[in-house]
């Protein structure tokens, strides 16, 4: 059973770093590329960011390029997204997604599993 | 929101109903992409529809999905109670040489 959990999730000042983490078990983490996404308070699905499953490739929504950072380590099943300079409209729960195939760019380009979300509040 | 949805839905136990997605030339139209996904409030979402059309092991039959030009269409046939949920249409987006995944803004389905 594909299982996703997030943590890292907090309140912190606008200006300030948080890092989440995305636990993953059930699958062959490697074989596949992960993203993140996120909902603000009353708002729709929001994509932030996304990477291979090797962890060459990564892209990020125009709204947070420059300020996160995702990565992944294939060796804990783990993935991380590093958030810097954080703003109140950063105010979202945060969900981890699996995607369908290795890559972001071909395959089976859809989320398959997610995470029930971590929940980040920036202060202003 | 990227795509286009409309903010809500209602339908009364055993009718049919339709979600409309509509994109661009970009994402919707430009790609087999478009998938459908259910939350429940404080629950995971859940993938519903994949390549347009597609059901994943476990999904009703009652739900399907369909697409023509930028537009994109969920119906669900036979609702139920428990279909009462937000949908969100998503797709694949390419533009200036960079990737996205693009989301509607999402429809609230009510079940009367």
């Known amino acids: 059973e594909v299982q996703l959990l997030e943590s890292g999730g907090g309140l912190v000042q606008a200006g300030g770093s948080l890092r989440l983490s995305c636990a993953a078990s059930?699958?062959?983490?490697?074989?596949?590329?992960m993203t993140w996404v996120r909902q603000a308070p009353g708002k729709g699905l929001e994509w932030v960011s996304g990477?291979?499953?090797?962890?060459?490739?990564?892209y990020y929504a125009d709204s947070v390029k420059g300020r996160f950072t995702i990565s992944r380590d294939n060796s804990k099943n783990t993935l991380y997204l590093q958030m810097n300079s954080l703003r109140a409209e950063d105010t979202a729960a945060y969900y981890c997604?699996?995607?369908?195939?290795?890559?972001?760019?071909?395959?089976?380009?859809?989320?398959?599993?997610w995470g029930r979300g971590t929940l980040v509040t920036v202060s202003s | 929101s990227a795509l286009t949805q409309p903010a809500s839905v209602s339908g009364s136990p055993g009718q049919s109903i339709t979600i409309s997605c509509t994109g661009t030339?970009?994402?919707?139209?430009?790609?087999?992409?478009v998938s459908w996904y259910q939350h429940h409030p404080g629950k995971a979402p859940k993938l519903m529809i994949y390549?347009?059309?597609n059901r994943p092991s476990g999904v009703s039959n009652r739900f399907s999905g369909s697409k023509s030009g930028n537009m994109a269409s969920l119906t669900i046939s036979g609702l139920q109670a428990e279909d009462e949920a937000d949908y969100y249409c998503?797709?694949?987006?390419?533009?200036?040489?960079?990737?996205?995944?693009?989301f509607g803004g999402g429809t609230k389905l009510t079940v009367l």
């Open positions: 997604a699996k995607v369908g195939s290795i890559s972001m760019v071909r395959g089976v380009i859809t989320l398959d599993y």
């Open positions: 059930g699958f062959t983490f490697s074989s596949y590329a």
């Open positions: 990477i291979s499953g090797t962890g060459g490739s990564t």
């Open positions: 030339s970009n994402d919707v139209g430009g790609y087999d992409y």
């Open positions: 390549a347009v059309s």
């Open positions: 998503s797709s694949f987006g390419s533009s200036y040489g960079s990737i996205s995944i693009l």
